[in-house]
Structure formats: structure tokens, C-alpha cells
């Protein structure tokens, strides 16, 4: 009796473990390929006001015509550009040594006006590793992002942009950090 409650305590101290320490649990990514990226620069039709960096297949450019805004960010196949610069989950040399950056830096060529007369698009060169990775990050840090009269957005900490989303698909791509970085609090 005794072996099995250490056991069974034990068991529930592995799965409950990090929500008690009040750490969140190390953030899972997939691995996934997009044949031709692109970098869209979204505008929501008015009256909404959203304004935001998402990541599609060229392919689904059409879609930004046809779709409400919800129902774009919705789809499995449109995904967020990552924000800020991420460890990489979990602890030895590969997450010292890699970090997780969003993708504008593999932006090519320049701003095209997408079908629908309101947002813009850029090509994305494909990573050095031909994979993006995707992790679900906290929808608060897109939710205040709005449109503005020139092409970037503005902060406006009055709107919610995400009404009802609390979890939003973010693209990464690996960055090796080079070695007088590694291990520094500046990134």
C-alpha cells in the first residue's frame, strides 16, 4: 500500500509538477515546410482595424480576398510571424546554442499589393534547414496590434484585435548564436 501511494504520488508530481512550480511547460515546435512562403502584411476591411504579420503558402493568397480576418488566422495553413527572439525548449548545448527568431529576416524583394487592395506581401527565402518551425504562443502579444495610415502597425492597448483567442500558430526559424553570445542575458 505504502509502494503504491509513492508511486501514484510520484506519477502525479511528473505531470503536475510545472503548473506547481509556476513555471509553464517548455513550449512544443514542429518542424514543418511551406514550398513558397510569403510575408503577408495584413490590413483588416474596415470598420475592423487589425493589422498584422502573417505567414502563408503563395497559394493561399486569395484567401485574404474571401475570408474575414478570424476566420484567416483560424485556418491550419496561415500562421503568425513569430515575435522576438526565443530559447529553444529544453536544457543542453543545442538550447545554448540555438535560438528561435521570426522570420522577416528572410524577406526578399519587395512589398507587392496582395489581391485584396489592402494588404502587401513579401516572398520568404526558404531557411538554410528548408523547415520553419511552429509554436503556439500567448495571443496577448498580437491582440493590441492595429492599423495605422502608413504600412506598419500601430500599438493600441485599448483594442483586442483577438477577441476569444487565447493561443495563436507562430512561425520561427533557427538561428545559431555564435559563441561570444552564448550564455549572455542581451540577445
Do not use: H
Not at 505567414?55 to 510571424?81: G, T
Amino acid at each position: 500500500m505504502k509502494r503504491l501511494l509513492l508511486t501514484s504520488a510520484f506519477g502525479i508530481g511528473l505531470l503536475l509538477g510545472p503548473v506547481r512550480a509556476g513555471t509553464r511547460p517548455a513550449p512544443r515546435l514542429r518542424a514543418i515546410e511551406i514550398p513558397d512562403p510569403v510575408l503577408v502584411f495584413y490590413r483588416e476591411k474596415p470598420p475592423g482595424t487589425a493589422a498584422q504579420q502573417l505567414i502563408m503558402n503563395s497559394s493561399e493568397l486569395p484567401l485574404l480576398a474571401k475570408l474575414p480576418f478570424l476566420d484567416l488566422v483560424k485556418r491550419p495553413d496561415v500562421y503568425f510571424d513569430g515575435s522576438g527572439n526565443r530559447d529553444m525548449p529544453g536544457a543542453g548545448k543545442e538550447s545554448a546554442r540555438l535560438r528561435l527568431v521570426g522570420t522577416y529576416a528572410l524577406a526578399t524583394g519587395k512589398r507587392q499589393l496582395a489581391s485584396d487592395g489592402r494588404s502587401y506581401y513579401v516572398p520568404l527565402r526558404q531557411p538554410r534547414q528548408r523547415k520553419f518551425y511552429v509554436c503556439w504562443d500567448d495571443a496577448n502579444q498580437f491582440r493590441t496590434l492595429t492599423a495605422s495610415t502608413g504600412i506598419t502597425p500601430k500599438v493600441d492597448f485599448q483594442a483586442n484585435v483577438l477577441p476569444e483567442i487565447d493561443s495563436v500558430r507562430a512561425l520561427y526559424v533557427l538561428r545559431v548564436v555564435p559563441p561570444a553570445q552564448q550564455g549572455t542575458a542581451i540577445r
